[in-house]
């Protein structure tokens, strides 16, 4: 079985400070791991995806996210925040070689706030 | 790059009438995911096609129907409408590994259902 766990529904930082968003998984195989941005009212948009290659993985608009086994985590960061940071952000898992959207499991979501 | 399609962005219906939602995939993605996203809630997975066959199913619930079309855009029928129907509704689209593709999945804007 297959879950995963956001540790904080809220984050907030101040502009140009780093950012931390929390993700521990469960997985009975070695996962496929991925982090969504979703800005209000528009869809999700994809940052990064670990698949097994590489464990630190770099993504889109300055964010990264290291894979750790041992830890079963895959938290996002980010060197300095901006204001348009401000958005939900899902960490989401899908077993290896399966394709079926059923078994994709999307965390509960974390909101990044950004104070000026 | 061309992203995934849906329209209409804002759909206002009366309870129990019907809506249609479209939505149109990446160019050469031959798999379409819908989910449904009510307010403060993750995603939740209702259904999706391979290659215009039903390829998985979710929490999808009898009023709802789908399909995929012969050009890969595929709709996603409301009838019967409730107002816990109100919601953000996405579709995803992604190229399937068996035809070389990854388990990635792209999403569009989303429809913004509202059931009055």
């Known amino acids: 079985a297959q879950s995963v766990t956001q540790l904080d529904s809220h984050v907030s930082v101040s502009e140009g400070t780093p950012v931390l968003l929390r993700c521990n998984y469960s997985?009975?195989?070695?996962?496929?791991l991925f982090w969504y941005v979703q800005h209000p009212n528009k869809g999700l948009q994809l940052l990064l995806k670990?698949?097994?290659?590489?464990?630190l993985v770099k993504g889109i608009n300055g964010f990264e996210a290291e894979f750790k086994k041992s830890e079963t985590s895959f938290h996002l960061t980010k060197p300095s925040a901006h204001m348009s940071d401000a958005a939900e952000y899902f960490c989401v898992v899908t077993p290896p070689g399966y394709s079926s959207a059923s078994k994709i499991i999307f965390g509960s979501g974390t909101r990044l706030s950004i104070r000026p | 790059a061309a992203g995934v399609i849906q329209s209409p962005r804002h759909l206002i219906k009366e309870k129990r009438e019907t809506a249609t939602l479209k939505c149109y995939p990446i160019p050469r993605h031959d798999t379409v995911y819908w989910y449904q996203q009510g307010p403060g809630q993750d995603p939740q997975f209702l259904i999706s096609?391979?290659?215009?066959?039903?390829?998985d199913k979710g929490s999808i619930p009898d009023r709802f129907s789908a399909q995929q079309f012969s050009d890969y855009h595929s709709e996603l029928n409301m009838s019967s409408l409730e107002l816990g129907d109100s919601a953000l509704y996405f579709c995803a689209s992604s190229l399937d590994k068996g035809t070389g593709g990854t388990d990635t999945q792209y999403f569009g804007p989303g429809t913004r259902l509202t059931v009055l």
């Open positions: 670990y698949t097994s290659a590489a464990t």
């Open positions: 997985s009975s195989y070695s996962p496929s």
């Open positions: 096609f391979y290659e215009k066959m039903q390829s």
